[in-house]
């Protein structure tokens, strides 16, 4: 009993000394990286000279940009890890299920079907909120029964979620190639991240 707890006590998530020293110390240098990054992306070519007073409202701004990058980060990351948690398997990510597809979809649709005007109008808390109830009940019905009952198998939602995710694909792009180029300007802006937004 005495040598397994010892045993207990030394246990690591390390194999080694060598490999714990080598984890540190590339975190150490990732972490530094990042620091100078981030300075650099606050300071470097800003307009305003260091001494103006309208120097530190530019900063200001870029800080805000800097936290939303960061935010994006650990929200993705966070993310991924549960994705990966729950499905027990570190290939399937959401894009691979065809997530992405079924929102590009239903932005898509939105312009196709109601216009530019209908996908500009539509901003806010409440269009987010509508668009993640929508895609929570679009995902609940095409994946639930796949996920519960006797047919519950992960790699038949893996070859459903492809097979679906080609598809919406094809579906947005026929569309896009539909719309007019303005409401097609209109479409890319929504369907690509903005920090400054």
């Known amino acids: 009993p005495s040598v397994t707890r010892e045993t207990n006590r030394r246990a690591s998530a390390f194999q080694s000394k060598r490999l714990e020293r080598r984890y540190w110390i590339l975190l150490i240098l990732f972490l530094s990286g990042g620091v100078l990054s981030t ?99 679009m995902s609940l019905l095409l994946y639930g029964w796949l996920l519960s009952g006797k047919y519950a198998n992960l790699q038949l939602m893996l070859l459903v979620g492809i097979i679906l995710g080609t598809g919406l694909n094809s579906l947005s792009s026929f569309m896009r190639k539909m719309l007019a180029p303005s409401e097609f300007d209109i479409l890319q802006a929504r369907l690509f991240g903005s920090v400054t937004n």
Do not use: K
């Open 39 to 137: 300075i650099g992306l606050l300071l470097y070519n800003n307009p305003v000279p260091f001494d103006s007073p309208s120097f530190w409202p530019v900063v200001e701004r870029r800080i805000t940009a800097v936290i939303t990058m960061a935010i994006a980060a650990i929200c993705q990351s966070l993310a991924t890890v549960a994705f990966h948690s729950v499905t027990s398997n570190r290939i399937i990510t959401p894009s691979l299920l065809g997530f992405d597809a079924l929102y590009s979809t239903i932005q898509t649709s939105m312009i196709f079907f109601f216009g530019a005007g209908a996908l500009v109008g539509f901003t806010g808390t409440s269009a987010f909120l509508t668009q993640v109830a929508i895609m929570l009940t």
